[in-house]
């Protein structure tokens, strides 16, 4: 399974279920292997909400980066 691969599973299955209880959800841009940095779309309420940079923080990045390690960071795009 390659790294985007692994991204994407963990979106699937870890991310994007918890912030659909709350009217959003987060889209994969693009991931950049030599620096670590998974670049990300929050969509839906989570776009617009202004705890939108704790919830890429504390529920997208900490969800990928514990099983995807070759994730060092995650921004938005």
Known sequence: MTVQE???DAINTKVSPAL???GGDV???SF????G???VELI???GTCPYAQETLRMT??????QVVPEVKSVVRA
Do not use: N
Request: net charge negative.
């Open 60 to 65: 997208v990045e900490a969800a990928i980066k």
């Open 32 to 35: 950049d292997e030599e620096s």
């Open 6 to 8: 692994k991204i994407m």
């Open 44 to 46: 839906g309420s989570c």
């Open 20 to 22: 659909q209880t709350h």
């Open 37 to 39: 940095t998974l670049y």
């Open 27 to 29: 889209s994969f841009i």
